[in-house]
């Protein structure tokens, strides 16, 4: 919804892939679809540090 707003979005997943209960078809073709709307993900991603300003939030 929010990339479609016009917003930034990433999803940070510590593991390989996002939703790791599902099957991985489904999942290949969720994080398709979700790049094709201008949705970034990052699998195996480890947060080290936040910031947070008016207008975003850093990791």
Same mark, same amino acid.
């Not at 936040?50 to 300003?53: S, V």
């Given at each position: 919804m929010f990339a479609?707003?016009?917003a930034n979005v990433t999803i940070l997943e510590g593991?390989?892939?996002i939703l790791?209960?599902?099957e991985v078809e489904l999942v290949h073709q969720l994080t398709k679809q979700m790049t094709v %709307?201008?949705?970034a993900v990052v699998p195996n991603a480890i947060v080290l540090h936040? %910031? %947070?300003?008016e207008e975003n939030v850093i990791l």
């Open positions: 479609k707003c016009g593991g390989p892939r790791p209960g599902f %709307e201008g949705i936040a %910031e %947070e300003n």
